[in-house]
């Protein structure tokens, strides 16, 4: 395993001048879109920062391909800014410099096919700061650019990277692109890296990796001879520039740990600083006083910031806030603050550089996956996050710490959530030794890197060797045997994965989708797979003797979400928010980015990634489940989702009290109606709305509300069936006036009597005791402790009246609370129509509560309540249209206005699990409580009269679940159930919730 240290002096070296990996492809030949994580941060290495002008924002640029603009007070990302993304380097962003005046972003890096056969890359992009979209493309430079800068007063962009040449841009309002470029600068060079201007603007310097330090009359393009202290550095790689505040000095930091402080007017050195052990990645003036130097390469447990005294050379602080390299750094204005980025998770630190005192933490929710284990005999595969070895550069041989699992599906089981480890004893790890076979890592290669080759050995002796480089993942992180010793497997620093015999140390196969380091694998013959952790952040499962990747992984707290290659997935309720698809709509423009939930409608399939990974093969799992779609996601992705926005209006003075006016624009050029818009106010279905124009594209609409905090939510759906969802936060005016209670809407659904079902339930009738008993008791309940805080209550009763009449004193207390007349059998027809139709009754200030209990069936990708007459075809195939689909009853209970509550005891029949009701309710803010987690079945106790589920709501509302004297409220309650079916059923049975985003109302009187 390695570390998770990146190779910055290989890569910069190597990657950046555009020589690609195995894995690369003519970006000619791709296809226009690609999955890519979007966790909240950065997923790969941090390449560059830029304060804004007025130290409100950072602006960071990274090898994942995006500009970040992040509100680092709040420490979330205002905006993510994408170009154009290609396989390999092909997209990569090595700088960006903001304008004097904070309108204009320019990013430079590596834009052209990643083989590097087909020139220009040196584009230079530049983007509207406040919208994201790309002004214009500055072409000049045919190969990658490393570093921008522009002067003080914001006329002149100075551009350098891989010709060894500094392109000076001038504004020119005449040009198309607004830029005329002014004049080149030789630098005598291969590599420039770092540039930037100092004295007001009359000066550029520049480091190169290669040939020393330069320096430039910028107004004349002449180079100013520097003195004999510099000439040493022609030998050394200087990685760092930095200007200070007053532009009066500029500092070098080079490979061997050097730092000099240099005058800007004439090139002259000023001091030396204490030479340091450490590659100097970054340097950064805070202020006139302080200069801070980062740790670039093999920084080990140091991961250190050091920043010294200008003038004494003094060092003041040591800061130890990174967990591995820092790769990036700058200040604001006045150096009160200083920004840094690196270590493991890519994250950027904000901290005072008198002090010492972290500021702000900016990074994604991921993290590596450094530890992968499986145990093929129980189907479960094991990970972890830790790094192995803090104190070391790498550690290939190390196989990391597990403590989180998951149970791979079956034929005979579904997903289930992910689990903490409790042994780690059953599980297979990497195999560095079988029979005479070994494998060790050793230090070579161009740079000397700790793990550059693998020895392969037999009976002790190395027999064979591979020396990795650019081609092929630079370095070896992580390896194992397969094959009995046969074979071997091992993983690079880019991602790259390769499969080899041992016996000729001859390429034999590879498995391509990481783009990150390879931090651990596990190959397991018996399961048929090859499990690996990597630095991108995700678990992979591939095909062993194929080589096909089956599925992507990627958990976060209590989030995750496991994705096919051809885009079908299964998330937790927030989870597809976590992958998309960027949309290249060309080189000279900016991407599209489609989020996974917004083609949920299409794409979100438990069972077809269940297949997949049954299967062993995703391709088969489509090719089985939906022939003829291969294109689909093509098609999908090459339109539009609806895009809008939407914020507070700052005239609120004609709002009706009770409401606030909420703007919302471009809905017009998204093709969408803003009266056709899912509103939720604090998880309240808004339902009708007034809207009025206001000018152009703008709509206003008042939104009822409640005094205090709101989370409005709008929804849009266009033609496609893409959704988009934006969210505003409301504080609502306080009324004198008291509010209205509202009504109160129950639907009980319960069915015993399956008459047709008489061998359908492994060989015996369907028929079960107590759905009925459940749906009457509970709506009784309900009855005297819930509806006495409505206005009123209105029933909907469909239950098999057989059954109720068996219970002369079960009927009469149901009789007391709805009327013969709302009492109907639970047939398919009857609970299709009238369910709709009740639920299209309650109002905003309603509340409606669904219950449900029977039994449940999965087909396909399907699920499915069985009514009372449902029936089969044969002894394999149901009869459809004699099911009740659970999407209509869904789309039901989504158009409801007001609060939903949805309670369901339907899974008693095994494999019958509905991750969709799950997904759909939590998507539509519904509160659910479900009898089952997936791979349990409901248990029916004879003692209790009733499903266990159905007992502990109803004891729960009864009042055990009462956790304070005004009464029963929501989150007592799931607690109470939670706790209480796992009592009585000996953690048998885990029952699901979903009470996201909904305040903790109260649900029964004390």
Known sequence: MKTGQAFCLALCWLAMLGVGTLNSARADDTPDFHLDLDTGGH??????????????????????KTIRIWDWQSGVTLRTIRGYLGNGSDGKIFAVAVAPDGKTIAAGGYFGASLGDKPPYGDIRLFDFATGKMKAVLKAADYATYDLAFSPDGKTLAAGGADGVVYLWKQDDKSATGWTLDKKLDADSWHIDKIAFAAAGTRLAAATTDNGIRLWDVEKGEEIALPAEAEPLRDISVMALAVSTDGALFATGGKDGQ?????????????????????????????DARLVASCGYRCADKHRSIAWNIETGEKTLDYAGHDGTVHASTANADGSLVATAGGLRNAIQVWDPATGERKALLQGLGEPVTAVGIDASNGVIAWGNANACPDRVACPEEQGTLDKTLELPTKERFFDAPQPLAESGSFERAALAEGKWSLGAAAGGKDALENAILEIANGGKVVRSIENDATNGFVHSAYTLIDSGLGLITGGNDGTLLEYRTATAKVSGEFTGHTGEINALVASAEAGLLVTGSADQTLRLWNLKTHELIVSMFFAGSQWIAWMPQGYYYSSDEGDKLIGWQVNQGRDHEGRFIRAGQLKKYLWSPEMVRRAIILRSAKQAVQEMRPGVDNELRKLLQRKPPEFAIRVAEDQSKVRDGYVAVEISGAREAGTDVTGFSILSNSRNVGDITARSVDGDRTIVEIPVETGENTIRVTGTNEFGYLTERSVTALARKTEKPQAKGKLYVAVIGVDKYPFLTDACSGRACDLRYPVDDATEFLDVISRKSAPLFSSMETLVLVNREALDEDPDKARQTYAVASAANIMEPDSDTIDDQLADFLDRPGEQDTTIIFVAGHGINIDEDYYFIPTDGRKQDAERWKRSSLVDWGDIQKSVERAKGMRFMLLDTCHAANAFNPRLEKDAQDARIVVFSATAANNTA?????????????????????????????????????????????????KQKPFYYVGGVENIVLAEP
């Open 259 to 287: 730092v000099q402080i240099w005058h800007a007017a004439d090139g002259t050195l000023a001091r030396a600083m204490p030479k340091q052990d450490f590659l100097i990645g970054s340097l950064t003036f805070a202020g």
């Open 43 to 64: 997923t790969a290495q941090v390449t560059d920062l830029a304060f804004t002008p007025d130290g409100e924002d950072i602006v960071s640029a990274s090898d994942d």
């Open 939 to 987: 248990a029916e106790l004879p003692e209790l009269g009733h499903g266990v589920f159905t007992y502990s709501v109803l004891e729960g509302l009864r009042g055990k679940a009462r956790t304070s004297d005004g009464g029963v409220t929501l989150f007592g309650l799931a607690d109470f159930i939670s706790r209480e079916v796992v009592r009585l059923t000996s953690s």
